[in-house]
């Protein structure tokens, strides 16, 4: 198997098979990450997914699901995925669900038949690190696009029957504007039927823009209570059946499908976790935390 370091795939997905299609991050522009710095983007060959595939082929003929890699394959002009997808359908015709994650910008430039090519052929289920539903935010940490875009982009998917995750990246925009982009987020996703809403805590890395600015005095990062409290005003606000995923940030677990049947219950037990919770744990368990 052909992979770039490093690999990240998405932890809630079955963990086997994967593929790569394309290395690295198109954008790698966001002030938070560091994923793939000094990685160059560029799409697999077309002769090594013809040997990943095989070769996933000689060990799991019966593959019913695989997660493409990397961070945004969906960049990729339409000519240039369906023939990989082409390639991994061959070696794998059981293959029902592919996944992938993937940018909302690298919608725009599919048009609906195409995406309904894409859902057809088993691309039906992508996961976009949206991050923030309120424009300040979006700029502030350099996302490349906007709230309408996110709105335009994501009724694409839904209109081509390919479903979708979006996430909340909790702290992500500091103190000042923490209550903003809890409710502009929530206001947006309330618009959208996503199968799945993801949040994640902010957590600043040694090399990211916004620990630098962090370190400037020119962003405050949330406390452990404060990142509960951003939380707890997303989800107050959040109106749309999902199943609701978080993980970084809270004790409690929350994550499950049904969400509003189990909106008040999360509620709570936030109430619960910024009253009472050990903040000085989560803040050791942040420290100690290198990547995604
Ligand atoms: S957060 Fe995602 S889109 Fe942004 S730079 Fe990192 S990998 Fe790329």
Not at 214 to 226: H, I, M, N, S, V
Not at 266 to 288: C, K, M, P, V
Request: proline share 5%; charged share 25%; hydrophobic share 40%.
């Amino acid at each position: 198997m052909h992979f770039t370091e490093p690999v990240y795939r998405n932890p809630y997905w079955p963990t086997w098979p994967l593929i790569q299609i394309t290395q690295s991050c198109t954008h790698n522009r966001c002030k938070f990450c560091t994923m793939y710095k000094g990685i160059p983007f560029r799409m697999q060959p077309l002769e090594v997914i013809e040997a990943d595939a095989a070769e996933i082929a000689a060990m799991m003929p019966e593959a019913r699901t695989i997660q493409l890699l990397s961070a945004n394959p969906m960049a990729m002009s339409f000519e240039n995925l369906m023939p990989r997808l082409q390639i991994i359908k061959k070696h794998l015709p059981k293959l029902e669900h592919m996944y992938t994650a993937t940018r909302v910008s690298d919608i725009k430039s599919k048009t609906v038949e195409q995406l309904k090519a894409l859902r057809d052929i088993g691309l039906n289920e992508i996961s976009l690190g949206v991050e923030s539903g309120d424009d300040w935010t979006l700029q502030r940490i350099n996302k490349g696009y906007t709230s309408v875009d996110i709105l335009e982009q994501c009724h694409k998917l839904e209109e081509a029957g390919i479903a979708y995750w979006v996430t909340f990246l909790n702290g992500v925009a500091g103190r000042e504007h923490s209550r903003d982009h809890a409710i502009n987020s929530a206001k947006i996703f309330n618009q959208l039927k996503p199968m799945l809403v993801g949040t994640g805590g902010l957590t600043l890395f040694p090399g990211t823009p916004l620990l630098e600015e962090a370190q400037r005095g020119e962003f405050t990062p949330l406390t452990e209570k404060e990142m509960l409290e951003e939380l707890r005003l997303f989800v107050e606000h959040l109106e749309i059946d999902c199943t609701f995923v978080t993980h970084h940030t809270v004790a409690a677990n929350l994550t499950g499908p049904g969400f509003l049947a189990r909106k008040e219950s999360i509620l709570a037990a936030l109430d619960e976790a910024i009253a009472h919770g050990d903040h000085d744990r989560l803040a050791a368990i942040r420290r100690n935390k290198r990547t995604l």
